[in-house]
């Protein structure tokens, strides 16, 4: 079992549509947590970062951790074509660098 | 403006042929990461500094190494790259503590292998 689960998809949504994403995770050691977009051959770009459990929001984009049931979501709202995207989380312990990724979910916004 | 410069962002090598791709930042971050894309993968941890600390993932190939000349530069050096290394390499930093430690990617090397 992957430390980090994040379905594939690919997710497609028709434009202003709420795009829902989300990833679930084994390490309750788990304390920071990112999320993270990347265009095709580019390299990914943070949207959004929080720490332990909450909400936080930000413009279109609003990140949930529940560390209770270790799931985290991203949720995108009034998506737009150009959102088409792949969207990785990642997450790390308090203690220690390193950064575990999910395998991306594949979103398409379709005008 | 860019924080996180990675150079060349396309190189093409041969078999065989030792390749060094770099990276470098403005953010003054002390840990920098170096990660392995291949198509439609998660990103993959190679190797990380914290400071002048290297710390190696157990199954990175003895093929890839590291330095870290200063804060603001990391290299990644494939001393023989086989046709299972053409692949996106990522470079990115952070801060190692405090509240604010999220993970700065630069756009990538694109690595061919012929």
């Known amino acids: 079992q992957k430390e980090v689960e994040q379905d594939p998809g690919p997710l497609s949504v028709p434009e202003g549509a709420i795009v829902s994403l989300n990833c679930t995770y084994s390490?309750?050691?788990?304390?920071?947590f990112m999320w993270y977009r990347q265009y095709s051959r580019k390299g990914p770009e943070l949207l959004m970062y929080t720490y332990s459990s909450g909400n936080k929001e930000d413009g279109r984009f609003t990140a949930q951790v529940d560390k209770s049931s270790k799931y985290i979501s991203l949720f995108i709202r009034d998506s737009q074509p150009s959102d088409s995207a792949t969207y990785l989380c990642a997450m790390r312990p308090a203690a220690g660098n390193k950064l575990t990724f999910g395998g991306g979910t594949r979103v398409l916004v379709k005008p | 403006d860019a924080m996180v410069i990675q150079n060349p962002r396309y190189q093409v090598t041969q078999f065989g042929k030792p390749v060094t791709l770099s990276c470098s930042q403005t953010?003054?971050?002390?840990?920098m990461y170096w990660y392995q894309q291949k198509s439609s993968q998660a990103p993959k941890l190679l190797f990380h500094y914290y400071d002048k600390d290297f710390n190696n993932e157990a199954d990175t190939p003895d093929n890839f190494q590291s330095r870290r000349p200063n804060t603001s530069f990391c290299f990644l050096d494939i001393r023989s790259p086989g046709l299972g290394d053409a692949a996106m390499y990522l470079c990115a930093t952070s801060r190692a503590q405090g509240m604010n430690t999220e993970a700065f990617f630069g756009q990538g090397t694109r690595l061919t292998v012929v």
């Open positions: 390490n309750s050691a788990f304390q920071y």
């Open positions: 953010l003054n971050h002390n840990v």
